[in-house]
């Protein structure tokens, strides 16, 4: 059951059509080459910055805690796009989305080999990678395929769609269980 609902929250959390189509919606908003590149900039600072600190939190505070923070960081991340007005608050955003993605780098793959061990089945833990690797490009490209559409939607309506698909992740997310292995002492 937790492996399906790992495979859930891949599905439902990476479809994501504003997302796959974040750049077309800044130029549809009025931003400049420049400030795109800005904002995808900012992107990838924020990403640098995190993407040690969110794995330290995935083993002090738990797989689980750190998964669902992942995708109430997504659905703010797409809230704040809908809401934002100019260059600095829509920098926000993007930062919140990379956020996200770091939060969930590696927790998500730790809590399946967690589970998988506790099971007694850890030798099925390629499997799961191979198969949630294909998912996540599956579901990615499938939103990406979604481009025109949230272009036609334009980037509040897209984001909307973004946040639903994130709320759901997030209750997925929370219907997990934390894996207790070893020394490693998490609650629900």
């Not at 998964?67 to 809230?79: A, C, N, P, W, Y």
């Not at 061990?117 to 499997?127: I, P, T, V």
């Not at 481009?147 to 698909?165: S, T």
């Amino acid at each position: 059951k937790q492996i399906n609902k790992l495979y859930m929250v891949t599905s439902v959390g990476y479809f994501q059509i504003a997302g796959a189509s974040w750049v077309a919606l800044l130029a549809l908003r009025g931003f400049s080459l420049l400030e795109i590149g800005i904002l995808e900039s900012i992107f990838h600072i924020v990403s640098c910055c995190f993407e040690m600190p969110s794995g330290v939190m995935a083993d002090v505070f738990g797989r689980k805690k750190v998964l669902v923070m992942s995708q109430i960081t997504s659905l703010l991340s797409g809230i704040l796009m809908i809401l934002s007005t100019g260059f600095a608050t829509t920098a926000v955003a993007i930062g919140f989305s990379a956020l996200s993605y770091n939060l969930a780098s590696g927790t998500r793959e730790a809590l399946a080999y967690d589970s998988l061990k506790l099971a007694g089945q850890e030798e099925d833990y390629h499997k799961f990678a191979s198969t949630e690797m294909m998912l996540y490009r599956i579901t990615n490209s499938t939103a990406t395929l979604c481009a025109g559409l949230a272009l036609w939607l334009g980037f509040q309506k897209a984001y909307a769609v973004d946040v639903v698909f994130s709320l759901t992740a997030v209750f997925i997310a929370c219907s997990l269980k934390e894996v207790t292995i070893g020394n490693r002492q998490h609650n629900e």
